[in-house]
């Protein structure tokens, strides 16, 4: 496996080469049966569009959003399906692949035999975990368009937003990922994942909560998410989703700083 990124980092030099080596050796070692994984990853939030978003949606009727916008419930709960689906395409790489590798596989103890740094190897490997995400979103905004929950102008904008969700969510995985000690403790990850599918201004407005709940709701990453994507697609962004993006912007630095950091840590023994 290391051979693979051998080859590159004797004809590239500087970090960003030495990180997309990285992700290169995942695009080398994919197998048939991998590509059914994503492809799976991709029907779960789509379900939950169809089955909610319009099923539901046919006896909640129209929505009034804070900012005036009326609109259908499935155009309400797109929006957050798609960060959900960008979300959970990035943790999916990096907590449990990425703690088999690392733990188990040995993985990473060969890769810095090389040149290769812990902090451009947790780059790389969000780089790839970024690959899943961006597939995850752009099929998902298409079929947004297709059902007229969006128009095509918004999804080309609210795609490079889905994008900053994985990354952001790919880097806390990576970083929380470091301090698991068995599979075990990835119950309490699914366990936190699942809270915040449910409890992020998902399928109800914040503002139904009651103002303590709220309060931490909105504090949540993917709540910030689904209201950077919601803003987007539905009024077409604006100064407010500013503060959204610091926020995952914020997230992404610390997660691929606290990553890096415990990757030295655990392998540079």
Not at 46 to 58: E, F, K, N
Not at 61 to 69: I, Q
Not at 132 to 161: E, H, K, N, Q, W
Not at 166 to 186: E, H, I, V, Y
């Amino acid at each position: 496996m290391v051979s693979i990124v051998l080859p590159r980092l004797i004809s590239f030099e500087g970090a960003a080469r030495r990180s997309v080596s990285v992700a290169e050796r995942n695009v080398a070692a994919l197998r048939s049966a991998y590509w059914v994984v994503l492809i799976s990853g991709f029907f779960e939030p789509l379900l939950y569009l169809l089955s909610i978003g319009v099923g539901v949606g046919a006896l909640v009727g129209d929505l009034t959003l804070p900012g005036g916008e009326v609109v259908t419930y499935a155009a309400f709960v797109a929006p957050a399906m798609l960060a959900s689906s960008a979300m959970s395409g990035a943790l999916a790489e990096t907590t449990f692949n990425f703690f088999g590798k690392m733990k188990y596989m040995k993985l990473y103890d060969g890769i810095l035999a090389t040149p290769v740094k812990p902090f451009e190897i947790a780059l790389g490997e969000l780089g790839w975990a970024m690959l899943r995400g961006t597939a995850y979103s752009a099929a998902f905004l298409a079929i947004m368009v297709a059902l007229d929950l969006t128009s095509a102008v918004r999804a080309l904008v609210a795609f490079p937003a889905a994008v900053l969700v994985g990354f952001a969510f790919g880097a806390l995985g990576m970083a929380l990922s470091t301090f698991m000690r068995s599979w075990q403790d990835f119950d309490l990850m699914g366990s936190a994942q699942f809270t915040l599918f449910l409890f992020s201004g998902t399928f109800v407005p914040a503002e139904a909560y009651p103002s303590v709940l709220r309060w931490v709701v909105e504090v949540t990453p993917l709540y910030r998410s689904v209201e950077l994507i919601r803003g987007i697609s539905v009024s077409g962004g604006g100064w407010g989703q500013l503060v959204d993006v610091l926020y995952l912007v914020g997230i992404t630095v610390l997660g691929l700083v606290v990553a890096g950091r415990r990757m030295g840590r655990l392998l540079c023994k």
